[in-house]
């Protein structure tokens, strides 16, 4: 709880997973990908409760010896590739508010971002909170480095390099262009009664929790899975 809040975490963890399968228990660096985010959520001071909405029984007994919380295994309309994140965490929030447990905020995060940590959902909470009459949500961006619009370019129709912005080639410094950032997952924190309006964490007052380059590597296949593995075994030089 802060401020008088109460916080529910949700961590969506569906058994089908195309790029890698069953990532969500596979281990990582010791521990299954599902317990990175458990434990982010456990170490928050403010978050009430953890939940992981799964609809399979595997990662559901995996998840509760970490930490988390089962209360229902999710419907299979709700664990297809068409399943929406409003629907699961709609039918979360439902599902406690059925039985009477009432939560002012909800906090997404995701296995497939492993680096987030109990700090990082903490400060985020915290700035959200200091922010109340211009914002009601906050999610994780992260700065654009290589791929800067700047320096992306298009291939014609004579299949020759374009710039995909302006008409000429950029020739400018990095430090002479304006910094862009994207929307990187590590993740998700509103107001419930926004959220639900909303039905999406990005509208127009949403607020960034900048993340450095190293905390938004996503695992989508096998490959970020070696990048996200060397960075946790070399955690400790990085933060340096």
């Known amino acids: 709880m802060f401020q008088g809040k109460r916080i529910l975490a949700i ?10 399968p069953r990532k969500n228990i596979l281990p990582l660096c ?6 990175w985010p458990i434990n982010a959520a456990r170490g928050s001071k403010y978050v009430d409760r953890i939940i992981v909405s799964t609809d399979d ?6 998840a509760t010896s970490l930490g988390a919380e089962i209360p229902f295994l999710r419907p299979p309309e709700l664990a297809s590739d068409s399943a929406t994140s409003f629907s699961v965490v709609e039918h979360a929030v439902n599902f406690h508010r059925d039985k009477g447990d009432f939560f002012h905020y909800i906090l997404l995060l995701e296995p497939t971002s492993p680096l987030t940590e109990s700090s990082d959902v903490d400060k985020a909470i915290e700035l959200l ?3 109340p009459n211009n914002a009601s949500s ?8 290589s791929s800067h619009p700047d320096f992306d370019l298009i291939i014609d129709s004579d299949g020759l390099i374009k710039p995909y912005l302006g008409k000429n080639f950029s020739v400018k410094r990095r430090q ?10 590590s993740l998700y924190f509103s107001e419930i009664e ?15 929790y900048i993340v450095p380059k190293w905390k938004s590597f996503e ?22």
């Open 138 to 145: 906050i999610v994780g961006v992260s700065e654009v480095h």
């Open 219 to 240: 695992i989508d296949d096998f490959v970020d899975w070696v990048c996200v593995e060397a960075i946790l075994n070399n955690i400790n030089k990085i933060k340096k």
């Open 129 to 131: 909170f200091q922010n």
């Open 57 to 62: 029984a595997e990662i559901a007994e995996k």
């Open 194 to 208: 926004t959220y639900f309006n909303k039905q999406t964490f990005y509208h127009d007052k949403t607020l960034p």
């Open 176 to 185: 002479e262009i304006q910094k862009v950032y994207f929307l990187e997952g």
């Open 30 to 35: 010791g521990l299954p990908l599902i317990g």
């Open 11 to 20: 961590i969506p963890a569906r058994g089908g997973s195309k790029g890698l």
